[in-house]
């Protein structure tokens, strides 16, 4: 699965590294080094996939992300020293499709990118409007209102609410939603599922997105 790939790494040994095993998996590949120059170069050149760092010059990859994630639906997989859960939310809220600790093996790396390469959300039914309970899905311009007012969701929040919005009541496991969202290995599947879910429950209100507690989630009516 040959892609357009876009490296945005400030340290030119680890670029390069990475750069090696994306041409080697059959890749075209172009390398930047600083936030800015990734943002001009990710307008210019329309890539498929961008690896990027999160601690860059210029500006920074969350700013790199968030302004991307305006402007197209690039797939984004993050890179980041920061461990604690606010940085990784913080990643996944501006739209990321999966995010990297370091340090990190490069045979991890290639994984995530082949897993996000090949995975696309998946609808679980042809309605192009989907309603319950003041939560309103509309899958032609990719929005969604609550009670009639319109809040923001990334790629992964939309996918895991338009599925479970298509059947209401259903107990969705981790490994199912998974399914609908640019997914990532196993190891670390369940926390980001966990992420996104958080993030909605937030945005829709705890009430609608109920835990099903040694099973997953489900969306129901507002009580």
Request: with cysteine.
């Amino acid at each position: 699965m040959c892609a357009k790939v876009l490296v945005a790494e400030d340290d030119p040994r680890q670029a390069e590294v990475i750069r090696r095993y994306l041409v080697n998996d059959g890749h075209e590949t172009t390398v930047v080094h600083d936030g800015r120059a990734a943002l001009e170069t990710a307008r210019q050149i329309e890539p498929d996939l961008i690896v990027l760092d999160v601690m860059m010059p210029e500006l920074d990859g969350l700013h790199v992300c968030r302004t991307l994630r305006a402007e197209s639906d690039v797939l984004v997989l993050m890179l980041t020293a920061r461990r604690t859960e606010d940085d990784l939310l913080l990643g996944l809220e501006l739209g990321a499709d999966d995010y990297l600790v370091k340090p990190y093996s490069p045979r991890e790396l290639m994984a995530r990118i082949r897993t996000l390469l090949r995975r696309r959300p998946v609808v679980v039914t042809t309605a192009e409007i989907r309603e319950i309970g003041g939560v309103t899905v509309n899958q032609t311009s990719h929005q969604v209102t609550v009670d009639g007012a319109a809040i923001e969701c990334t790629r992964g929040e939309f996918a895991i609410l338009s599925a479970m919005a298509g059947q209401p009541d259903r107990v969705f496991s981790r490994a199912q939603l998974l399914h609908h969202t640019r997914g990532i290995d196993r190891s670390s599947t369940e926390r980001t599922i966990d992420m996104h879910v958080m993030n909605l429950r937030r945005k829709i209100g705890s009430q609608r997105l109920v835990t099903v507690y040694g099973i997953g989630y489900k969306l129901v009516a507002e009580a």
